[in-house]
């Protein structure tokens, strides 16, 4: 009997033990879930974005202007580096692989500050992936003399995944550098982003919009753009591309000249594989035509250099998946005189940088 007792006893406390440790674990993923709802980023559809160094020379009568777009993978996706959500299995990378990483950006930048403008996509500022660094007053110490415009596209206080080791606080965006000070710079949201509950640890992506006077009375718009990737069936960045498109032409109707650079996370119109002959295994991107939003305009890029690797694994030449997704679009008002990738080999970031040089004319 005692013995029924016992087993009856100690059955009554592990049940409670279990009901506790359910209650427990229910309480802190909703109190989380509370949080994260809380915390969410909700930018405005239209934002002004405030601009650094007003000291900057204004464009005048120049009528040639060169650009670099690069996506900088934050420092922390250089050649020897593989991600997660890509099929690879890091998270952060090593903090001396990660500063030898900024170091190699920093250098490129600063050996080409020659250039009008840079159009830069995620560039940190508080996040654990890139060990809290301000990327964005780096830079403003890294090119002295350039206006700095940054505008936010993730900002979230804690990305849970993957469960094991999650990748914590992010807070990312665009930023633009000018040699010319702006007369206006301004972030516009996208209208489209992933599902409830995804949208609270995913990037609310936008475009930031860069205007300068020209002696005409009309003005150069710069135009930095990162659209949507991991976008099954193309919803979210056909939705970004005809807000893209909606503006641009608006803004080539009122007589402007516009180019627009960046990660486009699609390939560009005419994009041949067998073009390239660096000896890469070339991928395709499953998008819709990019042409046909834009008849007349030109796309400008290097077709015989990727700019974008896969990073399921460390960069292997030959045997990583690379494909061009960084380029230009210019409107029918500007001539291409120049278009160039940098071969870097992807050694600080999962992307080249591509070199613009246009020239304005009536």
């Not at 934050?74 to 890091?90: C, T, V």
């Not at 007053?137 to 469960?163: D, E, Q």
């Amino acid at each position: 009997m005692r013995q029924r007792i016992r087993v009856k006893s100690i059955n009554r406390v592990i049940f409670w033990a279990i009901g506790v440790i359910i209650v427990t674990v229910v309480v802190i993923a909703g109190g989380f879930f509370l949080f994260s709802i809380l915390t969410e980023y909700h930018p405005a559809p239209i934002e002004p974005v405030s601009v650094t160094e007003t000291t900057s020379q204004q464009i005048g009568t120049t009528t040639s202007f060169s650009v670099i777009t690069w996506n900088l993978g934050y420092g922390g996706l250089g050649s020897e580096m593989d991600f997660f959500y890509d099929g690879g299995k890091n998270v952060h990378p090593e903090k001396s692989y990660f500063e030898q990483s900024i170091s190699g950006i920093g250098n490129f930048l600063k050996e080409n500050d020659t250039v009008d403008f840079f159009l830069l996509q995620e560039v940190d500022r508080n996040s654990k992936r890139s060990y809290y660094l301000d990327e964005v007053g780096w830079l403003k110490t890294l090119l002295p003399g350039f206006c700095i415009s940054y505008a936010t596209n993730y900002n979230c206080r804690f990305v849970p995944i993957p469960p094991t080791q999650p990748m914590g606080r992010v807070t990312s965006g665009l930023v633009t550098c000018s040699r010319y000070y702006p007369d206006e710079v301004t972030r516009y949201g996208f209208d489209k982003h992933f599902r409830w509950p995804d949208r609270l640890f995913y990037l609310k992506r936008c475009f930031i919009v860069s205007r300068y006077s020209l002696p005409d009375g009309h003005q150069l718009v710069m135009i930095n753009i990162h659209n949507s990737a991991f976008d099954t069936g193309g919803v979210l960045r056909t939705r970004e591309m005809e807000m893209i498109r909606a503006f641009m032409f608006s803004e080539y109707k009122a007589g402007n000249y516009l180019i627009a650079g960046g990660d486009w996370n699609a390939n560009p119109p005419g994009f041949n594989p067998e073009v390239i002959k660096t000896g890469d295994l070339i991928k395709l991107d499953d998008f819709p035509e990019l042409s046909t939003y834009f008849p007349g305009w030109e796309f400008a890029y290097d077709p015989k250099h990727p700019t974008n690797r896969d990073v399921n694994s460390p960069y292997e030449h030959g045997a990583t998946p690379v494909t061009i997704i960084d380029f230009f679009l210019v409107s029918p008002n500007i001539k291409v005189l120049e278009i160039q990738t940098f071969k870097t080999g992807f050694d600080h970031s999962d992307h080249q940088p591509v070199f613009l040089q246009i020239a304005i004319h009536p």
